[in-house]
T-cell receptor
């Protein structure tokens, strides 16, 4: 059964303190791993798609990496506006379009 | 370009009543998905439309839930009769092709009292 586990559940950082969020997955044939950001009361906002081990993508202070078992979202010198819940989801080969989500990591960046 | 829109943003109903949620996907997106997040749990898949056809409805919890997408444009999700455990946030997403990045709407928060 496809499964996604995110850690930690919650993370508090000081502004400028870099860190990483983890997404461990089990899936039969990975077709894609997706990172989303969700602000309170809003829908998930797309950040990155990774398709194969070794792939990396960057956007401003965020960098996503992928191995055969996990993905990391690295946050470099975060700012308070980076505070949000970060969601990881996978799409497996056995599903046409069904995303399997992790529970998310809630990040708080203090000034 | 307009994103995915959902209506209403909030709905509070009594147990046993009926509620209909609406989703308008991004224009040109043939694939439309419904997801739900109940308190304290992860977002879970409900079903997937390709145009007007149901491609996968494996996540629909029971026959009180009915999803339609007449004409392959907007979709509705009806809950009849609503139960307390149906409370949660219902998200709609769309993509151009199956397997492409899914773009989510803002969600409908449903509260069943």
């Amino acid at each position: 059964e496809d499964q996604v586990t995110q850690s930690p559940e919650a993370l508090r950082l000081q502004e400028g303190e870099s860190s990483s969020l983890n997404c461990s997955y089990t899936v039969s044939g990975l077709r894609g791993l997706f990172w989303y950001r969700q602000d309170p009361g809003k829908g998930p906002e797309f950040l990155f798609t990774l398709y194969s081990a070794g792939e990396e993508k960057e956007k401003e202070r965020l960098k996503a990496t992928l191995t055969k078992k996990e993905s990391f979202l690295h946050i470099t010198a975060p700012k308070p506006e980076d505070s949000a819940t970060y969601l990881c989801a996978v799409l497996g080969s056995s599903n046409t379009g069904k995303l399997i989500f992790g529970q998310g990591t809630t990040l708080q960046v203090k000034p | 370009e307009a994103g995915v829109t959902q209506f209403p943003s909030h709905s509070v109903i009594e147990k046993g009543q009926t509620v209909t949620l609406r989703c308008d996907p991004i224009s040109g997106h043939d694939n439309l998905y419904w997801y739900r997040r109940v308190m304290g749990k992860e977002i879970k898949f409900l079903l997937h439309f390709v145009k007007e056809s149901k491609q996968d409805e494996s996540g629909m919890p029971n026959n009180r839930f009915l999803a339609e997408r007449t004409g392959g444009t907007y979709s509705t999700l009806k809950v009849q009769p609503a139960e307390l455990e149906d409370s949660g946030v219902y998200f709609c997403a769309s993509s151009q092709n199956s397997g492409d990045t899914q773009y989510f709407g803002p969600g409908t928060r449903l509260t069943v009292l």
